[in-house]
């Protein structure tokens, strides 16, 4: 059995819808098919809560009735018989007037939770309307039923999986399944979702769940690239990628692949394929376990990076500085991502500065503290060691021209880090393209 998750963008637009159902009807093989949101939903519906949470009705109300709008546009071009268009109607109906009336009663997070959730349910339930119409045999899973996270909001793999083959168990034979990303129940059992861009991380669970072949992971690009398409020219996909580079790259800002969704993954084994609706041909981006990588493989850049540097004389020679100094972010519940140090001074990065404030003042307790903003870290993944001894060089010697805050070498063999000042990221990306990859 496979996975093939859409996003929304695959989804958003009628026709594309109809690839989609080309798409996986195109093999023999069982399949479960994730959707995302059609594209523009979920911010939709974002703002709407945002709105609510303002006490602004009236703009709330506005904002529900474009959506509602734009639903109304699309079901007709995306189904052609009476009966499918009847349908398509009333799950519409049925998920705006839960809207509207969440308008009338008073607003709280949990509430918001089930707004955010409409998305999928209106994009799977217009799809799965489309293949009725064309009377593909499917069968319509809630995600509600099986995808659960704990009071940690991590997802409860264990018992997504027994949920789900007992549920998959009752349609012997079947070989299509449609659900819905993102959306999933908490530990108090309400409505919630796996934050933004989750669907990923839906597909990449499911699949783990049922030890899937493999994790089809659809977009609106030809896999993932060695550098940021948006900003520097002349990037290409990369073909294949480990488990352990696709991890870095996802999380250091390649926003084409969910960070969290690598990890089940991995440790099922199941392959994960980017490929392109657009193209559906293209090879895109394997990623798996046991990949050959020799020099530099690909480079990603993250945004909206905080630089804290904590120097203190009483570091000089003395242990238990840096457990203290981990200790006030742990406190905050604040990931670090990364760290550089000398003796008498120790640099972190993070990008969570929701207690920024608290943090400085603990940390000022073990010794002076200096703060840099709008920072970028640039991750360069590839095999930066032993073989390939060039590999460094040829990184330093196209930075040459920018100054650089904090490197981090040597974390693991695949990784360079690299923190500059946001405004030299376009240059840097850019100098770095054309000096560190070896092409034809
Ligand atoms: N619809 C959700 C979002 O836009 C989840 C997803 O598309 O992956 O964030
Ligand atoms: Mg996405």
């Known amino acids: 059995m496979k996975v093939m998750k859409f996003g929304g963008t695959s989804v958003g637009k009628p026709e594309r819808m109809h690839q989609v159902k080309d798409l996986v009807t195109a093999s023999d093989e069982p399949t479960i098919v994730v959707l995302s949101a059609l594209s523009g939903t979920t911010n939709a519906l974002v703002s709407i809560g945002e709105a609510l949470a303002a006490a602004d009705r009236i703009l709330a109300k506005e904002r529900i009735d474009a959506l509602h709008a734009h639903y109304l546009d699309f079901y007709p071009q995306l189904l052609e018989t009476e009966k499918a268009r009847k349908k398509a109607e009333a799950i519409i109906k049925e998920h705006f007037e839960f809207l509207n009336i969440i308008l009338k009663i008073s607003f709280n997070e949990a509430i918001n939770r089930d707004i955010l959730a409409q998305g999928e349910l209106l994009s799977t339930k ?3 309307t489309l293949l009725e119409e064309l009377e593909i045999p499917a069968v319509f899973l809630v995600a509600l039923d099986f995808m659960s996270i704990d009071e940690n909001s991590e997802p409860e793999l264990g018992k997504i999986s027994e949920k789900l083959k007992a549920i998959l168990a009752q349609h012997p034979g079947e070989k299509l399944f449609i659900t819905q990303g993102y959306i999933c129940k908490n530990h108090r059992n309400e409505v919630d979702n796996l934050k933004r861009g989750g669907s990923d991380y839906t597909a990449s669970l499911i699949a783990a769940a049922i030890n899937a072949s493999v994790c089809e992971i659809w977009t609106d690009i030809d896999g993932m690239h060695n550098n940021d398409p948006r900003i520097v020219d002349k990037t290409r996909p990369i073909a294949e990628l480990s488990f352990d580079e696709a991890a870095e790259l996802a999380y250091f800002g390649a926003k084409i692949l969910h ?16 490929l392109n609706t657009m193209d559906p041909q293209a090879h895109g981006t394997l990623i798996k ?9 690909a480079i990603a850049a993250k945004d909206g990076i905080t630089a804290i540097k904590i120097k203190s004389s009483r570091m000089l020679l003395a242990y238990g500085f840096l457990r203290r100094v981990f200790e006030i972010f742990e406190k905050y519940k604040t990931p670090i991502d990364m760290i550089t140090t000398s003796e008498v001074a120790v640099s972190v990065t993070i990008d969570d500065t ?15 503290v200096e703060v840099d903003q709008n920072q970028t870290i640039i991750c360069i993944v590839g095999n930066m060691v032993s073989e390939t001894r060039g590999a460094i060089k040829s990184v330093m010697d196209s930075l040459v021209d920018f100054p650089i805050r904090m490197v981090s070498y040597g974390g693991s063999r695949h990784n360079v880090s690299l923190l500059l000042d946001t405004k030299y990221k376009k240059e840097a990306l850019q100098s770095l393209n054309e000096g560190v990859f070896q092409w034809d």
């Open 259 to 274: 960070p969290a969704s690598i990890w089940p993954a991995q440790q099922y084994n199941v392959p994960v394929r980017l």
């Open 289 to 297: 376990a046991d990949v050959e990588t020799k020099g530099v493989k």
């Open 126 to 128: 217009l799809f799965y």
């Open 354 to 368: 929701s207690h920024l404030k608290a943090i400085i003042q603990e940390l000022e307790t073990l010794g002076s």
